[in-house]
């Protein structure tokens, strides 16, 4: 059961993010579901790329600095998880550089995470949600799921960022990074 608070909360942020909106690039989709950008997602992946395209803490990123003060903070935690959720890290990216496999977590009470992509000349933003949220008794577990995310182009030196955090998406357990 939703409360009045929860709904003037996501209210809220709607309205902060598509006032935060910045010019768009190109965006891909998830090969799991396949679902276009919410307006509310694809206002913060704008607002995220933005901070980070061209700034000082995407240079010492690429530059093996790390961690890095990101130039962006992120959302507080009550934001709902079907406007965005955090990733729960980068366990893929294809040889072509034109996919990724992220691990997306969702609840018991839900239809499964998805995964948008806005891309820039330099970042792949990521923005995940949950979809299909059901009223009813529900186990409070959290589930991860992997979703691939298909690139319009190369990753490349793209820094790979999460709408939610605001930050490069972390490698998840045993992962690591090409070549290493």
């Known amino acids: 059961m939703r409360t009045d ?10 309205l902060a993010l598509s006032a ?25 992946a704008q607002q995220v790329a933005k901070a ?4 000082r803490a995407a240079d010492r990123w ?11 903070g992120p959302l507080g935690q009550n934001v709902p998880a079907d406007v965005l959720a955090p990733l729960g890290g980068l366990t893929r990216v294809a040889g072509n550089g034109r996919s990724l496999t992220v691990v997306a977590h969702h609840g018991s009470c839900d239809d499964g995470p998805v995964v948008d992509v806005l891309e820039t000349s330099g970042s792949v933003v990521l923005s995940a949600a949950v979809t299909g949220l059901h009223d ?4 409070s577990e959290l589930r991860g799921k ?4 298909k690139l319009d182009g190369p990753v490349g030196d793209r820094i790979v960022l999460d ?6 998406v972390p490698y998840a357990d045993g992962a690591a990074p090409a070549g290493s």
């Open 136 to 139: 009813g008794p529900c186990t």
């Open 20 to 44: 935060a909106g910045a010019g768009a690039a190109g965006c891909g989709s998830a090969e799991a579901g396949g679902t276009e950008p919410s307006p509310r997602s694809d206002a913060r």
């Open 146 to 149: 992997k979703m691939t995310v």
């Open 62 to 72: 690429r530059a093996g600095h790390r961690p890095v003060a990101p130039p962006i």
């Open 52 to 55: 980070w395209d061209g700034s």
């Open 5 to 14: 608070m929860t709904r003037t909360a996501r209210l809220l942020l709607v």
């Open 163 to 168: 709408a939610f955090t605001g930050r490069p």
